[in-house]
Nanobody, 122 residues
């Protein structure tokens, strides 16, 4: 599966952005999808994950209540709606995939796409 993220940009604190991640290639399998982010000088951080059915979602503590992950299996695209953005949300955001596994956790994502930069100004 090849993944391509888009939708990043510069936004003021309190604003919103929606990221998209288009999947191509062998997308017929059941894949959990996720977003991670990495800020300069920091370790990669889990943001959100979603099951193939969309019924199960899992969020990192720092974004819970502000971000929403969604997917469109017809378009093979996963989205990350980011609201109430803060300067500490500034990072490169990557989408990732793994074969569906239970439970849905941040572990095991082994298929990565190029990231998209999100910058939040204060």
């Amino acid at each position: 599966v090849q993944l391509q993220a888009s939708g990043g940009g510069l936004v003021q604190a309190g604003g919103s952005l929606r990221l998209s991640c288009a999947a191509s290639g062998r997308t017929s399998g059941n894949y959990d999808m996720a977003w991670f982010r990495q800020a300069p000088g920091k370790e990669r951080e889990f943001v959100a994950a979603i099951s193939p059915s969309t019924r199960v979602q899992y969020y990192g503590a720092s974004v819970s209540g502000r971000f929403t992950i969604a997917r469109d299996n017809i378009k093979n695209t996963v989205y990350l709606q980011m609201n109430s953005l803060k300067p500490e949300d500034t990072a490169v955001y990557h989408c990732a995939a793994r074969r569906m596994a239970v439970p849905l956790t941040p572990a095991g994502f082994n298929n990565w796409g190029q990231g998209t930069q999100v910058t939040v100004s204060s």
